[in-house]
């Protein structure tokens, strides 16, 4: 994972003996790794991904995925997803101020966007120039909120420090604007905790890490899961070396 140029990153709750755990997702091009941890703060991608991490890491806006990156001076891209969420709530709250500036910022998102899937055999200086509008255009209206505490806390994400963070998918190669493909891969653990009620021991935790780990990871690499956990099987009964989870293919 320390190796990686992006790398996403998403977390979501964990019951264990009556504690509120944390699902911690680190996901790659090729891989997916899972770890269960009492926290919910920067120590875990610390830990995770060290201080010296040097790709770019993809998550949602929350205030530890903030945290490690202003620590480490790690390149963050943050989730257009989430971003739009929070906007578009504002229409929900009858404001006419709020409603007519949400409304005009996703206007804006829409226009950035279906340029930016435009991408692919247009011409690359004209492409560079129409995205660098619809990011001005953003910027202005972002930055002129109305007077209301909710659109003044989403206008103080893109000040001169946080806005390259959000805009970092136009200039690097690989990197998506949301951080889907890592909340999808998150899904999984979301079903066996309604279905498990969560872990009792140690053993439980490492056991659905490595599980999770395992599945996420077979199907990002077109392997049979099932296949994978035999394999393992038969080299523990017969001391043999365990099956390798790096891609086939890198």
């Keep these: 994972m320390r190796e990686e140029a992006v790398l996403g990153s998403d977390e979501t709750g964990h019951p264990h003996r009556g504690q509120g755990y944390w699902t911690w997702c680190l996901r790659a091009a090729r891989f997916t790794v899972f ?19 040097d790709g770019i890491l993809t998550v949602d806006y929350y205030s530890a995925n903030r945290a490690f990156a202003r620590r480490h001076e790690v390149r963050a891209q943050y989730c257009w997803s989430h971003l739009l969420r929070d906007v578009k709530f504002l229409r929900e709250l009858g404001r006419p101020p709020l409603a007519r500036w949400a409304d005009q910022l996703l206007a804006i998102a829409r226009g950035l966007f279906r340029a930016w899937h435009r991408r692919t055999g247009v011409d690359p200086p004209r492409w560079r120039r129409q995205m660098e509008h619809w990011k001005r ?39 998506e604007p949301t951080n889907n493909a890592t909340e999808r891969a998150i899904r999984q653990p979301v079903l066996d905790r309604r279905i498990t009620q969560g872990t009792r021991s140690v053993r439980g935790l490492r056991w659905c890490e490595r599980a999770w780990t395992i599945a996420a990871t077979c199907t990002q690499q077109g392997r049979s899961t099932f296949r994978l956990f035999r394999d393992a099987l038969v080299a523990y009964l017969t001391h043999a070396p365990a099956p390798s989870l790096l891609p086939v293919n890198p």
Excluded at 35 to 53: E, I, N, Y
Excluded at 156 to 168: H, K, S
Aim: net charge positive; hydrophobic share 40%.
């Design 137 to 175: 255009a953003f910027l202005e209206k972002v930055r002129r909120p109305p007077q209301e505490t909710e659109a003044l806390n989403i206008s103080r994400r893109f000040d001169r420090r946080g806005a390259p963070a959000y805009f970092r998918f136009l200039d690097e190669a690989g990197v």
């Design 35 to 53: 770890r269960l941890d009492p926290r919910r703060s920067a120590g875990v991608l610390t830990a995770l991904l060290g201080k010296d991490f």
